[in-house]
């Protein structure tokens, strides 16, 4: 079954403690991104990668960190999570960056951050 | 740069009722236009899209046409069900922004029996 999966679904920390969000798909898609979504603010883009070790910037990227060391594989790390970084957090995977085709998403993982 | 603006919830509707969910878009170059269904406690899916103008979207019963001298993209379903009741979120994606999807704020449908 084509899908993008994510793990832990749901994690509660405290300000400060490293984490890590694990993303996978099993689509061979080249293009993957993270969305963190907030009451009344839609889906804000996080970071994205087109390829293996190509990660750029989205729109709110401060206080994450990315890594595209394998296709299917975009992990989401909060080297010091922050209260205000308390969300809900989508990864996303399309097959290309150069057409505009749908993405994929996964099913959020809620991050609480005492 | 690119923007959405959908009309802000809760929508409560009852059972069989016409649904509209407005969305209107600001953006550089051409744009494609989608809207993404939530239900409770799961991620995003993709409920249709359209990518040129006048193109129609549809599925599930729902539609959405792309208007281009209006910039819209509303969302409608002639009879709703207790079963749409869900986020619907308005997005657009273009070319000249890596693909990335820029979406709205959201809107809340609850259908009632």
């Known amino acids: 079954e084509a899908q993008v999966t994510q793990n832990p679904r749901y994690l509660i920390t405290v300000t400060g403690k490293k984490l890590t969000v694990t993303c996978s798909q099993n689509m061979n898609h080249e293009y993957m991104s993270w969305y963190r979504q907030d009451p009344g603010l839609g889906l804000r883009q996080i970071y994205y990668?087109?390829?293996?070790?190509?990660?750029d910037k989205g729109d709110v990227p401060e206080g994450y960190k990315v890594s595209r060391k394998e296709k299917r594989n975009f992990p989401l790390i909060l080297e010091s999570p922050s209260p205000n970084q308390t969300s809900l957090y989508f990864c996303?995977?399309?097959?290309?960056?150069?057409?505009?085709?749908?993405?994929?998403f996964g099913p959020g993982t809620r991050l609480t951050v005492l | 740069g690119n923007s959405v603006t959908q009309m802000e919830g809760p929508v409560t509707l009852s059972e069989e009722a016409f649904l509209t969910i407005n969305c209107t878009y600001t953006?550089?170059?051409?744009?494609?236009l989608f809207w993404y269904v939530q239900y409770p406690g799961e991620g995003l899916q993709l409920l249709l899209k359209a990518t040129k103008a006048d193109d129609k979207g549809s599925n599930k019963g729902f539609e959405a046409t792309y208007r281009k001298e209006t910039t819209s993209f509303h969302l409608e379903k002639g009879s709703v069900q207790v079963s749409d009741s869900a986020v619907y979120f308005c997005?657009?994606?273009?070319?000249?922004?890596?693909?990335?999807?820029?979406f709205g704020g959201g809107t809340r449908l609850m259908v009632k029996p």
């Open positions: 953006a550089t170059g051409y744009p494609s």
């Open positions: 997005a657009l994606s273009t070319n000249n922004a890596g693909n990335m999807l820029t």
């Open positions: 990668s087109m390829n293996v070790e190509v990660t």
């Open positions: 996303a995977s399309s097959l290309s960056p150069k057409l505009v085709n749908e993405q994929f």
